[in-house]
């Protein structure tokens, strides 16, 4: 029905609309967009995120063969490639895409962050039955706001396997970030295993993709030199709770490629820039189960945009960005040279690399690699007081040598050279007045309910950690984003205090790989968790176990309580760090049914996933 | 309402595992001092031809052999395994055991047992039921029996791995078997492996060489190398040591009550 012809139409009108808009841009810009993609790129291999917009836009699902250094795989694409190509919207208008899947499985498409109709929202099993091979299911929706965003496949492993695009929505009013040139930067995960086989190993050996275990020669050099009796106590502590302090990341960089606009470190995906230009990068994170911290070496990044609302600006120097985020930054190069862009993997074992530069061709150091981080005693939950171990001393200072530098602890005890004048984290302490006004902050006990077989532990102790930028972070003099640094650049509209409160735990067992929330798979929940419409509440995460989850509720947005008062951000994916609680308030201003979930994707295929109904709003007579 | 409560119920009836009791639950539902009624938002429910929007109950199969050596002493060839699997999900799998010697230290050509049980999970272990099929020669004849089988298998504390069993035979002999084992990693791919197994009998079974009270301890070192995960080559030592009334069966039979075997094997899993 569709076909070529269509996708024809759709290129044309992009450059029409292009020449149209050329001012918003400037004359540079539009001449990079016009020229194809490789003629700026870097030599080797450049990938092509060729871009579509319109009114009606077409997408194809099928399998491709995918080249990853010197190996060929088969990835599942949108439209060929990996990324899929950049849909570029309007806010204010209407779309339509009509998505045809060539595959042999059920695919679906959802469109992440994008407040759409219930039918639209592409989850198979919740907003439809997902689209039958050789079908095509016709996407309509109006767009209601703008944004950086991204879309990707819902069904089973395809997203792992390559069904992942970025979004672009422009504002109708003018954009209040100013800059002269983008470049979307979507950081992905790329396995030759198939999503089955990644599962099938994670659910028969725990810790099964981590090369980073602590080992009898880390355990003799760690007794050399903080001492035997101390280190052993650690290394027992750690084996009595059967638990792994290097747990960071199920599926690590032994299983996968890290890869930058579907570009390997070694390719080098390069974007450019003329000097004194404002450049704003949308990063995107589509990994399936990677969580990185990005900075550019040289280059300072000020955040304006996060999960596509914006933000007041803030100047940092790294962030941490989840599966499903997305961060907007301006950076202003001002030497002639390239810069490199730096994705490192939450584990150390591995990284997306890419390049800013004046000219292709150009590259640039690759930072040195940061040691491997380890899981401390604060982020299980366990509360200080009731520690009582002899010899071991909880300040930051000892935990630095234990665990490598860069280990962040509870309570900083170094000096970090403010060369901002702003919010320094070692004034971050636990008196800090802006914590007391995040709602239970406060360190919580855990109530005797452990939630089943399925989850592993509780900890003792959950606190707020929003002010905290996460493990392996921080102690190296550099500014990190945290959540509480997240302002929106203009209140929402409904201000109203939540008029009621619900709380979930997320659970799981990590030598099982069973993933819950309340202790319970997604099949083993009776009922979807009810909104009702037009309600506004608060909803409570409580992290039970001592990895990060990146919560995602499609819908509607979450306003993160991180103490920003009228200006509380809004996201639409969380990422809750171990033994954490944090709440956000929910306007249930979407009916139907929606789908809620980590979007690590074998946490979610595992059970961590749940429903949230939103009634229906009252027929008025 | 009762057309809801059909849809409802046939819902159930194929098991989608979406929660259906929601659409009950929301009728039901009722906001203290509103005083409104909320409504059933039916035409959201999910259709009955609609996938699941994860498949979290998947099942797998899988199958370790922790011990799979051949142990050379003089002119006899010994070998040994410890297979076990397992198919299921997350709360219930149907186990599969099966350990075996042959030319054993008591003079037996083969000592073999396989064992199917069902195994449900809490927590850290898996508790299991099934039954068992011994079989071993006895003066030079095969002799066979079947047991009623109750074990606890799982990870404890200081991560030992434990493997318990309880069986009850046919005559209504009593025995037990334990095992445990811990992972030393030397590095990421050297592994030094201990394990000691012992078992114990209620009953003296003389066509089974068991005893009254504890029977035997085998206490072994392994050291592997993870070729892959999956496949990994070893080599190791036992101690195999015969106690009480098992050992005197085992003089009775000519054989040796303290054994050190060489072994050299393979772990392997899928």
């Not at chain 1, 063969?65 to 190509?85: E, H, L, Q, S, Y």
């Not at chain 1, 106590?233 to 747990?247: G, V």
């Not at chain 2, 209504?172 to 114990?200: C, M």
Request: net charge neutral.
């Amino acid at each position: 029905m569709s076909g070529k012809e269509d996708e024809m139409k759709t290129d044309l009108i992009s450059r029409r609309q292009l020449l149209k808009s050329a001012g918003a841009f400037g004359m540079l810009a539009l001449l990079e967009r016009l020229a194809p993609a490789y003629a700026w790129a870097s030599a080797a291999d450049a990938a092509l995120i060729p871009q579509l917009t319109g009114n009606v836009i077409d997408l194809t699902l099928a399998e491709t063969p995918f080249r990853v250094g010197d190996r060929t795989g088969t990835a599942m694409t949108i439209n060929g490639t990996v990324p899929g190509p950049l849909v570029r919207l309007r806010e204010g208008g209407e779309v339509t895409l009509r998505v045809t899947n060539r595959l042999k499985e059920v695919s679906s498409i959802h469109w992440h962050g994008l407040l759409v109709p219930p039918d639209m929202d592409g989850v198979p099993g919740v907003s439809f039955g997902g689209i039958r091979p050789g079908k095509t299911f016709t996407y309509r929706f109006p767009l209601k706001q703008s944004g950086t965003y991204w879309f990707h496949s819902h069904s089973g492993g395809q997203e792992q396997s390559g069904v992942y695009a970025p979004m672009i929505i422009d504002p109708i009013a003018p954009d209040p970030v100013k800059y002269d040139r983008e470049h979307v930067v979507v950081l992905s995960d790329w396995s030759f295993a198939s999503p089955m086989e990644i599962m099938d190993k994670l659910k028969k050996q725990a810790g099964y993709f981590n090369f980073q275990r602590r080992t009898m020669q880390e355990f003799l050099s760690d007794a050399k030199k903080n001492g035997w009796r101390r280190t052993f106590d650690d290394y027992r502590m750690w084996s009595r709770m059967r638990m792994d302090p290097t747990d960071f990341a199920d599926v690590t960089g032994r299983a996968y490629t890290y890869l930058m606009n579907g570009l390997s470190p070694a390719a080098n995906w390069t974007g450019l820039f003329r000097l004194g230009e404002r450049v704003r990068l949308r990063f995107i994170d589509s990994g399936a189960m990677s969580i990185f911290d990005v900075r550019i070496p040289g280059l300072k990044m000020t955040v304006v945009q996060a999960d596509g609302q914006n933000v007041q600006p803030v100047e940092v120097d790294e962030f941490r960005i989840s599966a499903a985020e997305t961060y907007d930054v301006i950076v202003e190069p001002k030497e002639d040279r390239a810069y490199t862009i730096f994705a490192e993997s939450i584990d150390r074992s591995g990284y997306a690399r890419g390049t800013l530069a004046p000219r292709p061709g150009m590259s640039a150091e690759i930072p040195a690699r940061r040691p491997r981080p380890l899981r401390t005693m604060d982020e299980m939950g366990m509360s200080m007081e009731g520690m009582g171990m002899k010899g071991m001393e909880m300040d930051g200072m000892d935990h630095g040598n234990m665990q490598m530098p860069g280990m962040r602890h509870g309570q900083e005890m170094e000096e970090i050279p403010n060369t901002h004048g702003e919010d320094d984290r070692s004034d971050r302490t636990a008196n800090d007045p802006q914590r007391a006004q995040i709602p239970g902050s406060a360190p919580v006990k855990h109530g005797p309910d452990t939630h089943g077989p399925g989850n592993q532990m509780t900890p003792e102790i959950t606190r707020g950690r929003l002010d905290e930028p996460g493990a392996g972070l921080g102690g190296d003099g550099r500014r990190v984003l945290t959540y509480t640094d997240l302002k929106s650049l203009h209140p929402y509209p409904d201000r109203r205090e939540p008029q009621r409160e619900i709380e979930i735990h997320i659970t799981g067992h990590m030598e099982r790989f069973i993933w819950s929330f309340d202790g319970k798979k997604y099949s083993e929940a009776k009922e979807p968790i009810h909104f009702r419409y037009g309600e506004r509440l608060r909803w409570t995460f409580v992290n039970d176990t001592m990895m990060e989850h990146p919560l995602h509720l499609h819908g509607m947005f979450m306003e993160l309580e991180n103490g920003a008062g009228k200006h509380l951000p809004r996201k639409h994916t969380i990422n809750l760090k171990p033994a954490e609680r944090l709440s956000v308030a929910i306007t249930a201003g979407a009916p139907g049914r929606w789908a809620f979930h980590c979007h690590l994707l074998f946490h979610m295929e595992a059970g961590m996933f749940r429903v949230v109904e939103v009634s229906e709003p009252e027929a008025r007579p | 309402m009762a057309l809801v409560s059909l849809f409802k119920v046939g819902f159930q009836a194929k098991n989608y595992g979406v929660p259906f009791g929601a659409v009950t639950a929301f009728a039901q539902t009722t906001r203290s001092g509103s005083g409104r009624q909320e409504r059933a938002p039916s035409h959201w429910s999910p259709q009955a031809d609609w996938p699941n929007p994860v498949d979290d109950h998947e099942r797998f199969t899988f199958i370790l052999a922790d011990v799979l050596e051949y142990r050379p002493k003089g002119t006899d060839r010994d070998f040994r395994w410890d297979i076990e699997g397992w198919h299921g999900g997350d709360y219930h799998r149907i186990w599969f055991k099966s350990e075996g010697e042959r030319h054993t230290a008591f003079k037996a050509d083969y000592d073999v047992d396989f064992q199917l049980l069902y195994g449900r999970f809490i927590r850290y272990y898996d508790v299991q039921v099934g039954a068992r099929a011994e079989t071993q020669t006895f003066q030079g004849r095969n002799v066979t029996r079947g047991h009623a089988v109750i074990g606890l298998e799982g990870l404890v504390p200081y991560r030992y791995e434990i493997e318990s069993a309880l069986f009850i035979s046919h005559n209504g002999d009593v025995s037990a078997r334990f095992t445990i084992t811990k992972n030393y990693l030397l590095t990421q791919r050297l592994i030094f492996q201990p394990r000691f197994e012992t078992h114990a009998a209620i009953q003296k079974v003389e066509r089974f060489t068991t005893g009254r009270g504890l029977n035997n301890i085998e206490l072994g070192f392994r050291l592997r190398y993870e070729i892959r995960r999956e496949f990994a080559p070893y080599a190791g030592v036992s101690f195999d040591r015969s106690f009480f009334g098992t050992a005197d069966l085992v003089r009775q039979e000519g054989g040796d009550t303290r054994q050190v075997r060489f072994a050299a094997g393979v772990r392997l899993w899928f």
